[in-house]
């Protein structure tokens, strides 16, 4: 078992930024590729970004290339998402998952663990 945290979550003006981060547990946290997705009051929950094992190249939904850096720090078992000019549409309960793999997916069933979540509200 993988035990996920997320924390960061808040509050923010339009423009602003936030930095998720997700703590992992009970399991070697390099042997699991992260993602981060999100899901707004009645939508499906969506892709927003991946990372594999090496940290070494992210994966970005389009809604929030050039915008958002998903980065991990193996030694602390953690991965980050740095979200930066915020926009109204980025209001989400942001979740971080991990998958047994090298790569990192898009697909959320590729998934073998998930956080509980923490909430981003953005202000217009």
């Known amino acids: 078992q993988v035990q996920l945290v997320e924390s960061g979550g808040g509050l923010v003006q339009a423009g602003g930024s936030l930095r998720l981060s997700c703590a992992a547990s009970?399991?070697?946290?390099?042997?699991?590729?992260m993602g981060w997705f999100r899901q707004a009051p009645g939508k499906e929950r969506e892709f927003v970004a991946s990372i594999g094992t090496r940290g070494d190249r992210g994966y970005y939904a389009d809604s929030v290339k050039g915008r958002f850096t998903i980065s991990r720090d193996n030694a602390k078992n953690t991965v980050y998402l740095q979200m930066n000019s915020l926009e109204p549409a980025d209001t989400a309960a942001y979740y971080c998952?991990?998958?047994?793999?090298?790569?990192?997916?898009?697909?959320?069933?590729?998934?073998?663990?998930w956080g509980q979540g923490t909430q981003v509200t953005v202000s217009s």
């Open positions: 009970g399991r070697t946290f390099s042997d699991y590729a």
């Open positions: 998952a991990a998958r047994y793999s090298v790569y990192g997916s898009t697909r959320r069933n590729d998934y073998d663990y």
